[in-house]
């Protein structure tokens, strides 16, 4: 049976496990005995959806320096001889997956977004020139099937339990690190744009007044996100930028306000049940991918649209009040 | 100290547009720009000459000699050295081979620190930073958003990472890579108006594969591990696309619309 490895990455347990659903497709009828990859950390959430689990738990190994990672996914390798060996496209899993394949002398696909087989050939699909080119890239040599996957693109929806073997593996190979962490601060980030079931997202006809999506947000238990531009200019961090160089977002309900919907941008939106846009042009890019398209100015249309719900909202309750008492 | 800077040539795919209506991508007039994560590694290592003048400061690229002209403005805004590699041999390079030429070259001439970007807007497979720190035995770290110049010495390099979850310092044994990503606001300098012309042709460094000999099939399209199969242009679903207007008429439909599928 085939042999697939999958690095769990401590700062995305969910994204890592989630390449499951990659081996799935690459092996579909054939199936494909599943190993996971913990380094000095756990993971309760890979138990019982992997075949197996290889822990490695030393304090003398750190695990956030790619050259020590990549001494020990070779020594595993080396052991089991995996077929596909996966990684996810996380800041840490863009460093590991280069020095890793050129460790092996294996080809290596970055960021795949999707992969099919086209005459019998595994083709794996990524994005270029900031998405707006899609690549089919296939390997070439021998070796185990290798690529980075963008994160939050496929999703795992087996919900079979497994009884997961856990493996103690205690790597032979110790090296030095010549790296040292000396102080780590976490981001305060009250929320996920990924979990988000509604987003109110601005871009550069919001420049002036970003804050003002907020008050759409709170009317709509929403949260707000935004495009590249509005990062670029500072005037929101990087963690709520929706597109290729951002994240991958699936929301029920997406409101582009002065979105123009450039590649890099409509990239990052997956399964989005409806897209409302505001824009002064109703021929932007993204209006052609919208449900409702409103012609205008997205400050007036918050206003409006905020006043309306909030309205809406106060006569339903004293419809409620007035309501006899059964 | 010498630091030597990675640096490519890209296309400009801000300025590439998609036309909805024929599915199609529009890449007219599009012009070739120092990467914009390279040029903030460039924009450090002269600042760092600027602070300390005996530090040198090399750029190496791999290029077709198309794009002579912009690397010769580097070595006119102040980089001591540029090194562009060039054959026909390499062309069709992937990230593995690519590699390889670089890392050949590098272990041919010295340094103390390595300065690549974190993105290329072009391929953007982050490969290379990462597979010169395997071929070379360094230290590779990606997304650094500041280094600390006063920190640095031929020993030793303290430097920020921003990460998915959190900001993070480290300090790096040199020799080692660090790849650098344009949110730093490290800055190229400007041409000074009186070296706009400046004949900097004795900076100018080619190298062929004359000179690192690699063996035909090894690099090129032959000794590549990757393959371009096609590339295509996605289609998108175009949905309705109901054009309202900003009035009462026009939220009035937007609030139906959320009523109706229970946002409100």
């Known amino acids: 049976m085939k042999k697939s490895l999958i690095f769990i990455d401590n700062d995305n347990h969910k994204n890592s496990i989630d390449l499951l659903e990659v081996v799935r497709q690459i092996y579909v009828d054939d199936g494909c005995e599943t190993y996971g990859i913990c380094i000095n950390h756990d993971s309760l959430m890979a138990n019982n959806v992997f075949d197996k689990l290889i822990q490695v738990i030393d304090p003398d190994i750190f695990q956030n320096d790619p050259m020590i990672v990549t001494d020990i996914m070779e020594e595993v390798h080396k052991k089991y001889d995996f077929d596909a060996i ?225 309205n809406e909202q106060i006569v339903t309750n004293k419809l409620k009040k007035v309501e006899p008492r059964r | 100290m010498k630091i030597v800077c990675m640096v490519k040539i890209v296309p400009d795919v801000d300025k590439f547009e998609y036309d909805f209506e024929s599915n199609t991508v529009v890449r007219d007039n599009v012009r070739m720009i120092l990467n914009p994560d390279d040029a903030s590694g460039v924009g450090f290592a002269l600042k ?20 002579e002209p912009l690397l010769l403005d580097l070595a006119r805004v102040g980089v001591d050295r540029v090194t562009y590699i060039s054959d026909p041999i390499f062309s069709g390079s992937d990230s593995y081979a690519t590699s390889k030429i670089l890392a050949k070259y590098l272990e041919t001439t010295s340094y103390d620190c390595i300065l690549t970007g974190t993105h ?84 100018i460094n080619i190298i062929s594969n004359d000179d690192l000999a690699f063996e035909k099939g090894k690099v090129g399209l032959e000794g590549s591990l990757t393959k371009v199969n096609r590339t295509f242009v996605k289609e998108y679903k175009k949905r309705n696309k109901v054009v309202v207007g900003n009035d009462e008429q026009g939220i009035e439909t937007v609030y139906s619309f959320l009523k109706d599928k229970g946002f409100v």
Do not use: W
């Open chain 2, 48 to 67: 760092v000459k600027s602070m300390k003048p005996d530090t040198i400061v090399e750029v190496v690229t791999m290029a077709p000699e198309s794009v």
């Open chain 1, 86 to 310: 996966l990684i996810p496209a996380t800041n840490f899993g863009r460093m590991l997956a280069p020095r890793l394949s050129m460790r092996l002398h294996v080809g290596l696909v970055a960021d795949v977004t999707a992969i099919g087989y086209k005459d019998d050939v595994l083709e794996m699909v990524r994005p270029a020139f900031s998405g707006k080119i899609m690549a089919g890239i296939v390997q070439q040599g021998i070796g185990p099937t290798m690529m980075s996957i963008r994160q939050n693109v496929f999703s795992y929806e087996e919900k079979m339990s497994k009884t997961t073997e856990v493996i103690r593996y205690h790597p032979l190979k110790k090296r030095k690190s010549g790296l040292k962490l000396l102080d780590m601060n976490p981001k305060v980030q009250s929320y996920d744009i990924r979990n988000s079931e509604v987003l109110i997202s601005g871009g550069g006809g919001t420049v002036k007044n970003f804050q003002k999506l907020e008050m759409l947000a709170d009317v709509l238990c929403g949260q707000i996100s935004a495009s590249r531009m509005i990062i670029d200019k500072g005037i929101a961090p990087r963690n709520i930028q929706v597109g290729q160089s951002g994240k991958t977002v699936t929301p029920k309900l997406y409101i582009a306000l002065g979105i123009n919907g450039a590649i890099q941008h409509i990239e990052g939106l997956k399964n989005v049940e409806y897209i409302i846009s505001v824009n002064i042009n109703k021929n932007a890019p993204i209006c052609f991918l919208s449900d409702l398209v409103v012609e205008g100015d997205a400050f007036e249309f918050i206003d409006k649209l905020s006043m309306k719900i909030k």
């Open chain 2, 120 to 203: 290329a807007i072009d391929g953007d497979t982050s490969h290379v930073p990462a597979q010169l720190g395997e071929l070379l035995d360094l230290c590779q770290m990606s997304n650094v958003i500041k280094i600390d110049e006063d920190a640095l010495d031929e020993s030793k390099v303290v430097f920020t990472v921003d990460n998915d979850t959190s900001v993070s310092t480290y300090e790096m044994k040199l020799p080692g890579i660090l790849s650098i990503q344009k949110e730093s606001n490290y800055k190229l300098p400007y041409i000074k108006y009186e070296d706009i012309n400046k004949d900097v042709n004795d900076q």
